[in-house]
């Protein structure tokens, strides 16, 4: 990372993954305005590469947008252009889709790298019109929110959800990354990254419309680095459809 390209404080970086089941080069610049509002100008391109135990896609993204503190939220408005080969349930497709998006979140707590008291939330919203530019139109809207409190000196309870929808004309055409998919370590721990999700007529899972993901939590330490959690989590990716 570059943290200071020129007088005007530009920044620029590079980020590489490099994993079993991803592989990214992604890059970035950053054009910081002046006024108390922390305004930015964002430019990014990246390339990503990724296995899933549903999906494989080898995608491109380019991306504009401006980021502001707005009535005490960090908002974020911009475009996207992503296109690629993915292949979902043995189906080999290629798809481009040119979509603005919208981010509203904020965040509070008491530390940076491990709350005991804090919560976060974020609504985020993406729409495309079919045309030259993108082979399908959508909308979606996803919300995300995490609550930490403590129990005690040695425990903190912790809630998440992460809800969302969408409408779309072709589902097909969609890639993998805007597909509705749950499981993993940060959705439904006990199965696989994007196991779950609605199924073809083979039983392979395509993903969904519609995602609805919770969970409870609670951590007691014994030591200052050792503790335990007790949790359960619960939640599908699904389309509407299914039940016609």
């Given at each position: 990372?570059?943290?200071?390209?020129?007088?005007?404080?530009?920044?620029?970086?590079?980020?590489?993954?490099?994993?079993?089941?991803?592989?990214?080069?992604?890059?970035?610049?950053?054009?910081?305005?002046?006024?108390?509002?922390?305004?930015?100008?964002?430019?990014?391109?990246?390339?990503?590469?990724?296995?899933?135990?549903?999906?494989?896609?080898?995608?491109?993204?380019?991306?504009?947008?401006?980021?502001?503190?707005?009535?005490?939220?960090l908002r974020t408005l911009g475009v996207q252009y992503l296109a690629g080969n993915f292949e979902v349930a043995?189906?080999?497709?290629?798809?481009?889709?040119?979509?603005?998006?919208?981010?509203?979140?904020?965040?509070?707590?008491?530390?940076?790298?491990?709350?005991?008291?804090?919560?976060?939330?974020?609504?985020?919203?993406?729409?495309?019109?079919?045309?030259?530019?993108?082979?399908?139109?959508?909308?979606?809207i996803t919300l995300d929110g995490k609550y930490i409190r403590p129990l005690g000196r040695r425990q903190r309870?912790?809630?998440?959800?992460?809800?969302?929808?969408?409408?779309?004309?072709?589902?097909?055409?969609?890639?993998?990354?805007?597909?509705?998919?749950?499981?993993?370590?940060?959705?439904?721990?006990?199965?696989?990254?994007?196991?779950?999700?609605?199924?073809?007529?083979?039983?392979?899972?395509?993903?969904?419309?519609?995602?609805?993901?919770?969970?409870?939590?609670?951590?007691?330490?014994?030591?200052?680095?050792?503790?335990?959690?007790?949790?359960?989590?619960?939640?599908?990716?699904?389309?509407?459809?299914?039940?016609?």
């Amino acid at each position: 990372q570059r943290r200071w390209v020129n007088p005007q404080g530009h920044k620029f970086q590079v980020d590489v993954d490099y994993a079993q089941r991803l592989d990214e080069l992604f890059m970035a610049y950053r054009i910081p305005l002046p006024g108390p509002d922390n305004r930015s100008l964002n430019f990014g391109a990246s390339h990503r590469d990724e296995d899933t135990a549903s999906t494989q896609s080898r995608t491109q993204r380019v991306t504009a947008n401006e980021t502001r503190e707005w009535h005490g939220f960090l908002r974020t408005l911009g475009v996207q252009y992503l296109a690629g080969n993915f292949e979902v349930a043995s189906e080999m497709r290629y798809s481009k889709l040119f979509y603005a998006e919208g981010t509203l979140s904020k965040k509070d707590a008491n530390d940076f790298f491990f709350p005991r008291r804090g919560w976060s939330a974020a609504l985020g919203l993406r729409g495309a019109m079919e045309g030259l530019l993108t082979d399908t139109s959508f909308a979606q809207i996803t919300l995300d929110g995490k609550y930490i409190r403590p129990l005690g000196r040695r425990q903190r309870f912790i809630t998440r959800l992460s809800l969302g929808a969408m409408t779309v004309d072709d589902f097909d055409e969609l890639p993998p990354e805007l597909r509705f998919f749950a499981g993993g370590d940060r959705s439904i721990r006990g199965f696989d990254y994007q196991q779950i999700g609605s199924t073809n007529d083979a039983g392979e899972v395509i993903g969904g419309t519609f995602l609805a993901v919770g969970s409870l939590e609670v951590e007691r330490f014994f030591l200052e680095r050792w503790g335990a959690a007790l949790f359960v989590d619960g939640g599908d990716a699904f389309r509407t459809d299914e039940f016609n």
